[in-house]
């Protein structure tokens, strides 16, 4: 038994607790028949149900969710995962952030944006919403037809903002506006299309060829960017040349604190999903920010600026009173850009974006809530971003709204971050961390040990600054089998002497494969 004190309480209660779940040989079951399995924790569950009704109780509203979602910034880089002054981009705000709540050291993104960003709205691996790839120039998206996120929380009375980037499509069903958004104020796209054949550093044979320009501004996607209100049509707020895109993260960021401060007098809990231009290539500082970092380089002056704008909307919330009735969500949207070094992230682990290596796949994430997730706590269990989409549901006493009629990955993560630690431990939901490279069905993680069966090389005979995008697809014969813990460079197959958790890898492989059989998925969007 272990004692808490419920917030708003002046008194302790006694908690009781699961027995501790081993991450391999724990026990899971499935919610519902097309959802993904989880660990059967009754007493914690109860516990976070009793806290976020309590809340409720206290607030009379249901709690508000502002996430905020960087771009190719790497899981070492902010100084609470080692990074931060050591490598010369000191993060103060987010450390903070951090201290005050729950540091993720294995949540999982897709290998790229735009899968990530769709299973975040759907709560749908790449392989079920279709989005397997980035559309680039005037590509579709894929949004149509699926249940997002910011639309079941609407539907359960939530204002929904979305502001920054969002490249899950230009034609006008994937538009934020048109699926679920009340209020959408960024670009559609990625920010190396808008500036990079401006650029003559990089594209000297385009800026200094008027034919090549004009081709380029006569290519059918948009190049600037937007606004756009509920079912209404986009509006141009301005075209995104380079010295515009070194002050879109400041404009937006302004725009979200704006919001958050509309928002302190309204009746309505609401829904912040704040996308950042930074860190992605090519980077352009703010004038402000140009040469702050201690490092003096373009990249990590964009990461001191993004962790001063992460500073500034918890501000805003501190100000406006809705810090404690708040859940704050930091993350980024898959691994580090390597190939464009040296105007790139940081990670420990092997290979970078494009790949399902856990460099390509393995994101920093902090989960901040006063008052309700206990401050100061560091945990390894496996989180996958789009477990936002059930857990945000929960919180917003939507969890009886989820789509019954397609298969749902995403696992409710509410009672992992409201309940206390089990015997010191912060155990996860989530057992199973299934990993796809685009269509290849690619590893399997449950505890430390990954099990890979197809995977992206990495090798520095094929480009200079090897990434996931340049390597090509390789398939092992026998699986290889890798301890994320002895060896998170995924350097050494460990499977001929761990053979006995074969089978039980094999058996969760075969489940997976089954649902696509059970609940088919969409046609999907290749690159063209």
Request: proline letters at 7%.
């Amino acid at each position: 038994m272990t004692e808490h004190m419920h917030p708003g309480s002046s008194r302790k209660r006694r908690v009781s607790h699961d027995p501790s779940v081993d991450p391999i040989t724990g026990a899971i079951a499935a919610p519902a028949a097309n959802r993904e399995p989880r660990f059967v924790l009754p007493a914690r569950d109860e516990f976070a149900r009793s806290k976020l009704e309590g809340f409720v109780a206290r607030a009379g509203r249901r709690p508000n969710v502002l996430v905020i979602l960087m771009d190719d910034v790497g899981w070492g880089d902010f100084g609470c995962y080692g990074g931060g002054v050591a490598l010369g981009a000191p993060t103060p705000n987010v450390d903070r952030l951090a201290r005050e709540g729950l540091l993720l050291t294995s949540c999982y993104s897709e290998p790229s944006c735009t899968p990530t960003r769709a299973s975040i709205m759907t709560g749908r691996l790449p392989m079920r919403h279709g989005l397997l790839v980035p559309p680039m120039y005037g590509m579709p998206g894929g949004l149509q037809g699926e249940v997002t996120l910011p639309q079941l929380l609407s539907d359960a009375g939530y204002v929904t903002q979305a502001v920054g980037k969002w490249h899950l499509g230009e034609n006008r069903e994937s538009q934020p506006q048109h699926v679920g958004f009340d209020d959408f104020y960024g670009f559609l796209s990625v920010s190396d299309m808008y500036t990079e054949w401006r650029d003559p550093y990089f594209f000297p044979e385009v800026v200094y060829s008027d034919a090549r320009t004009d081709w380029v501004k006569n290519i059918p996607f948009n190049k600037c960017f937007v606004h756009a209100a509920r079912d209404r049509d986009l509006e141009e707020v301005e075209e995104v040349t380079i010295p515009v895109l070194s002050l879109l993260d400041d404009k937006w960021c302004s725009y979200s604190e704006d919001f958050i401060e509309r928002m302190a007098d309204s009746e309505r809990p609401w829904f912040l999903y704040h996308c950042t231009r930074g860190a992605h290539f090519d980077n352009y500082p703010h004038p402000d920010f140009l040469g702050r970092s201690p490092a003096k380089h373009p990249y990590k002056d964009a990461l001191v600026e993004l962790d001063e704008i992460c500073g500034r909307l918890v501000e805003a919330l501190e100000r406006t009173g809705q810090l404690d009735s708040t859940m704050v969500v930091i993350s980024s949207d898959n691994g580090p850009e390597m190939e464009t070094w040296p105007d790139s992230a940081f990670t420990p682990f092997r290979c970078a974006k494009g790949s399902t290596w856990e460099g390509g796949v393995r994101v920093p994430a902090i989960v901040s809530w006063p008052g309700m997730i206990d401050p100061g706590r560091a945990t390894d269990g496996i989180v996958h971003l789009l477990d936002l989409f059930a857990t945000c549901a929960t919180l917003a006493g939507a969890a009886d709204r989820l789509p019954a009629d397609r298969y749902l990955d995403a696992v409710d993560q509410t009672s992992f971050f409201l309940a206390p630690a089990d015997d010191g431990e912060v155990v996860s939901n989530r057992k199973f961390q299934h990993y796809w490279l685009t269509a290849n069905y690619s590893a399997l993680r449950v505890g430390e040990y990954k099990y890979m069966l197809t995977s992206i090389t990495d090798d520095d005979t094929d480009v200079l600054n090897p990434g996931g995008f340049t390597g090509s697809v390789q398939h092992y014969a026998y699986g290889r089998l890798y301890n994320l813990y002895l060896d998170p460079k995924e350097s050494r197959s460990y499977m001929i002497r761990k053979l006995v958790y074969i089978d039980a890898i094999l058996a969760e492989m075969a489940r997976h494969r089954r649902t696509f059989r059970d609940w088919p998925n969409k046609p999907t969007l290749h690159a063209q």
